[in-house]
Every structure is written in C-alpha cells, then in structure tokens.
C-alpha cells in the first residue's frame, strides 16, 4: 500500500525520558513534515524537510530534533520529555510546489507523559 | 487573529441536508486545503485548491481568492460524514507548510 506510516501509534512513557517517533512514505513525494496536535485538536507545524534538508524549523523547544536519513524517512526524537509535550503528532508528506499533488498524512502517534 | 478561520466551530444536522463549512484567510496563498479528521483521528486530505471549484462524490469544494474565502459543502449529508473537517493554507514557499483554521466538528443524525 502506497502511504505515510509512523510508529508508533500510542506511547506512554513518563517525565524525562527520551523517545523517537517514526515516519516513512512510499509515495515518491520530496517533502516532509511533522505536525502538533495539541489538546484542543489545533494542527501547528514543526519541521519540515526537502530531500534530506531542513527547510523549516518553527518555534520548537531544541529538546525536539528531527532526523532524515533519506527523503522517504524523517523521524522525530524528543529529549527529557515533559508532561506538555503530551500530543498527537501527524508526520505528512507532499510533492514540493506540485500543483496536483495534496498531502497525505500519518495516521497519528499519540504522546502521552506521565 | 489566526491566518485561517473557519465557521461555524461546530454543526449539527439531520440526514439528508445539505452542509456549509466556511474559510477565511487573511495571507496570500499557493493553495488551499480541506482535510477530514475522524473520530478515530487519522487526517485524510479531501481537496487541493488553488482556484474555481472541485467536486469528490457529495463533497464539494469552492474558493475565491479575490474574496479570500472558500467553502466545503457536502450534499445528501450523511452520519458517516461526521468528522472534523480542517481548512488549511499553504503558501507555496519554504516547504509548503500548512498554516490551520481551528476545524469544524460535524455531527449528521440519522
């Protein structure tokens, strides 16, 4: 099946650990991003990649640091995890400035820190 | 104010109606989106416009760049389309990222 896929889908884990989230696409897009979820379903960006290369990178606390190894992976590692780090993120991907091509997204992971 | 709003925050409607989401931006843009997020959360992407009018099955999408406005309407409404639907922007440059209306909770009554 053609698609985003992240893993994974829930994780709990408590205060100050680390944890790392996972995403890849087989669509062939160039582009790649990660999206916050927060608690009243407010979809804001955080990163996004271009072939390997960061081209975004929001007001993001420096605990969070992205990672792509090719353009079909970009994964998420979030240091010393806090309780407001508690979230669902959406990785996505899309074809930079191509006119037919939408976004296609993830189907969540659900942060949760205790 | 944000960049992208949407009315109403929430709807209510019986089966069979005809629904109206409205979006208002206030940016330039490259294209606008209409997403759909489920119950169950996942986020499936319904139209890509950047102009005129497109239609998916029911779902029916229009955008006026003049006016900054769009809308979804969907016809014959149905309790399957109860969703959060999410208007978003994307202003071309710098990756494409998407800049999000607040969404719209729909819930269709059989």
């Known amino acids: 099946d053609t698609a985003v896929s992240q893993t994974p889908k829930y994780l709990v884990t408590q205060m100050g650990n680390d944890k790392s989230i996972k995403c890849e696409q087989n669509l062939g897009h160039d582009t790649m991003y990660w999206y916050k979820q927060d608690s009243k379903k407010f979809l804001k960006i955080m990163f996004s990649y271009n072939n390997k290369e960061l081209i975004i990178n929001e007001t993001v606390p420096n605990r969070f640091s992205p990672k792509s190894p090719d353009k079909a992976h970009l994964n998420l590692h979030i240091n010393s995890l806090e309780l407001g780090d508690s979230a669902v993120y959406f990785c996505a991907s899309s074809l930079l400035g191509g006119e037919d091509y939408g976004y296609t997204f993830g189907s969540g992971t659900r942060l949760t820190v205790v | 104010k944000n960049e992208v709003e949407q009315s109403p925050q929430n709807l209510t409607a019986q089966e069979g109606e005809f629904i109206t989401i409205n979006c208002s931006y206030s940016?330039?843009?490259?294209?606008l989106h209409w997403l759909q997020q489920h119950p169950g959360g996942g986020i499936v992407s319904l139209f890509m416009?950047?102009?005129g009018k497109k239609k998916h099955g029911r779902l029916i999408a229009t955008i006026n760049i003049q006016e900054k406005h769009s809308s979804l309407h969907i016809t014959a409404s149905h309790p399957r389309d109860s969703a959060v639907y999410i208007c978003?922007?994307?202003?071309?440059?710098?990756?494409?990222?998407?800049?999000f209306g607040g969404g719209t909770r729909v819930l269709v009554k059989p």
């Open positions: 978003a922007v994307g202003k071309g440059a710098a990756g494409n990222k998407l800049t």
């Open positions: 940016v330039g843009i490259s294209a």
């Open positions: 416009l950047s102009s």
